[in-house]
T-cell receptor, first 115, second 114 residues
Framework: GAGVSQSPSNKVTEKGKDVELRCDPI?????LYWYRQSLGQGLEFLIY????????KSGLPSDRFSAERTGGSVSTLTIQRTQQEDSAVYLC?????????????FGPGTRLLVL | GDSVTQMEGPVTLSEEAFLTINCTYT??????LFWYVQYPGEGLQLLLK?????DKGSNKGFEATYRKETTSFHLEKGSVQVSDSAVYFC?????????????FGSGTQLTVLP
């Protein structure tokens, strides 16, 4: 079956603009995660969705970042008023269920460059 | 909070050499432990995992044993190949409360020369 897909694969934007990044999880996976991979910070957790529960936003770096998940499937990560330090690869992952033993499957990422 | 400390890279080995990448962790409870691999130009892939103490995860000739007494999960392979060149990430998941996300180490770049 299809894996996690993300779009766009690359995004170049100007400082101050808003961007939207999309994630399509594996069909049937109830949990969805966003991470950020940057040179200075490594891999950081951003936000987590589980079914229809309120998301865990504890990793979002500022209130310029937000995410939603519609219908328990597709998710969109929005970054408002982008800054140069937002440049990174944004990774989405999904897992079949919740639990520490669950394997998270990652998408290819969206490479964001803020000029 | 939870943390994962990985051996600093980069690591360069000749083909058929023995590989060890050290990983130690700090966690509140009894986490599951993972090794993920990122091949050049590709996304993160699960390499292996272990969910309780003394479990050994293995895949593609790689092994790692969950050692609770030393809080370690070192990755080993007896004979590396050029195709193993990649970045390797150690990670943990506690899976309760707000700690369902993966906490990653900084990654270790491995280059295998023919």
């Amino acid at each position: 079956g299809a894996g996690v897909s993300q779009s766009p694969s690359n995004k170049v934007t100007e400082k101050g603009k808003d961007v939207e990044l999309r994630c399509d999880p594996i069909s049937g996976h109830t949990a969805l995660y966003w991470y950020r991979q940057s040179l200075g910070q490594g891999l950081e957790f951003l936000i987590y969705f589980q079914g229809n529960s309120a998301p865990d936003k504890s990793g979002l770096p500022s209130d310029r970042f937000s995410a939603e998940r519609t219908g328990g499937s597709v998710s969109t990560l929005t970054i408002q008023r982008t800054q140069q330090e937002d440049s990174a690869v944004y990774l989405c992952a999904s897992s079949l269920a919740v639990g520490q033993q669950e394997t998270q499957y990652f998408g290819p990422g969206t490479r964001l460059l803020v000029l | 909070g939870d943390s994962v400390t990985q051996m600093e890279g980069p690591v360069t080995l000749s083909e058929e050499a023995f590989l060890t990448i050290n990983c130690t962790y700090t966690a509140t409870g009894y986490p599951s432990l993972f090794w993920y691999v990122q091949y050049p130009g590709e996304g993160l892939q699960l390499l292996l995992k272990a969910t309780k103490a003394d479990d050994k995860g293995s895949n593609k000739g790689f092994e790692a044993t969950y050692r609770k007494e030393t809080t370690s999960f070192h990755l080993e392979k007896g004979s590396v190949q050029v195709s193993d060149s990649a970045v390797y990430f150690c990670a943990l998941s506690e899976g309760f409360g707000s700690a369902r996300q993966l906490t990653f180490g900084s990654g270790t770049q491995l280059t295998v020369l023919p």
